[in-house]
């Protein structure tokens, strides 16, 4: 797989210069550790070529914040452990007896994890469509009118929605989105907020899509002075179908949307199932019930069946844009898949197995999500260069590999090195990660013909000045790892 990808790269271009004079270790010691900025934060580097020779260093056993470098683990190890080509399955059954065209039963949505259903993502399939087969195996059963109702099964997963380490206030972002058994729309929900004519006023909150039946938005918002711009917060819980806005909306603001979390994906789904069902012609107009709330142990009968794009697909998507739902959903199938639970503890249990079973020595490796969101995951950038170095004898390393931006090219590193040639682009693919005062990259570099494919982490954390800053001179240090 090693002499392969290196084949693929050089036919992009990539011949050997030599590597410029000095290298990594000498702009790590010239350039960083003699900037007070760096100083005065905490660094910690490790860049490793091809053989397993440490190149560059510093404090490279030092666990640090991810922030989103963590997605690299979730995936990665979900590739390897899953299989690129695994896909997520999701049914529709129902119970109870058909007569005459009438089902005496509920219609039941089987959730089976799968993060892209309803998705607007180019990647996922088109929810009419996905409709449209879950109709069509109803139709074919004989069933034209519904007496029971839709009954929406997210028990794939254990009912955990967020991390405990997560902070309170991502919870009702769209970035804090976590995994559902059955998701829906990548477990968002847009709303329109109108500020009144007047400071003081009430802001008016509409629900826009998807629709969460039974949610109760408590609405405390209020109209603020000109010039305040958007200071409205939205939160949200899971054991109550209740969230709040708090906070104002400026007087001159104008119609505002925000997209937001949804902790109740999977009664969403099966809203938009009924009114779809409606559309085809099949008289339904039942309640949406939560599985878990719902005794009935009838027997499930399945009629249809869909399932995600391959999970090589997904990976690509969430390295690329960073999609905090998508990794945390794979980090956890890891755990159902390989365990039966799909919990967050049985999920960190599995990605140690999985990780061992790689031969990766899990020193200086602590995790609390899938997708680096948590102030509380801590590795170590030899950890990283470890893991990297598995990774490449991994059978599905090669769509690992392509699923990390390029500098230059879409996604999260589009405007890194942007002065750049891209030739020397396009030696890197690599991981971003970012929170506040954390800055971080982690992947792979095509060194020179001495160095090959060099494995590399780079975590900044705690630093008092803006990112902004600390850019070009950890723009500076990939550089001379793609320098020849």
Known sequence: MRKILFTVLMVFGFVAYGFAQGGAQSYI????????????AVIAICAVDEKGNVIAQWNPEMPLLTASTMKTISTGAGLHALGKDFKYKTQVAYTGEIKNGV???????????????????????????????WAQGLKAAGIQRVEGNVVVDDSYFVRE????????????ASYGAAASGLSFHENCQ??????????????????????????????????????????????????KCASQYLGTVAVDRGVLYRTNSNRFPHLSCGYHFREFLVEQGIDILPEIIDALEYPCKAERKVVAETYSPELWRIVAVTNRISNNMYAETILKTIGKELTGVGSYDSSFVAIDRVLEGMGVDLTGFTQEDGSGLSRQNYVSPKFFCNYYDKMQDSPAF???????????????????????????????????????????????????????????????NNFSVSTSTMMPKIEGFMKSLATW
């Open 103 to 133: 089902l005496h039963g509920d219609v039941v949505i089987i959730g089976g994890g799968d993060p892209t259903l309803g998705s607007s993502d180019t990647l996922a399939y088109s929810i009419d469509s996905i409709f449209g087969v």
């Open 161 to 172: 929605q967020m991390p405990d380490s997560w902070s309170w206030g991502n919870f009702g």
């Open 29 to 40: 010691n010239k350039h960083m550790k003699t900037d007070p900025n760096f100083r005065n």
């Open 398 to 460: 090669a769509e690992f590999f392509e699923s990390l931006p390029v500098p230059g090219g879409p996604g999260t590193l589009k405007s890194v090195l942007k002065k750049e040639d891209q030739k020397l682009k396009g030696r890197i693919h690599a991981k971003s990660g970012s929170l506040s005062n954390v800055r971080c990259y982690a992947g792979y570099v095509q060194g020179s013909k001495k160095y090959g494919l060099v494995r590399f982490a780079i975590l900044t």
């Open 190 to 239: 847009q709303f329109k907020l109108i500020p009144g004519k007047n400071v003081g006023d009430k802001v008016r909150v509409q629900a826009i899509y998807p629709q969460v039946p039974g949610l109760e938005v408590v609405n405390e918002l209020t109209t603020g002075e000109a010039g305040t711009g958007n200071n409205s917060a939205y939160y949200v819980q899971d054991m």
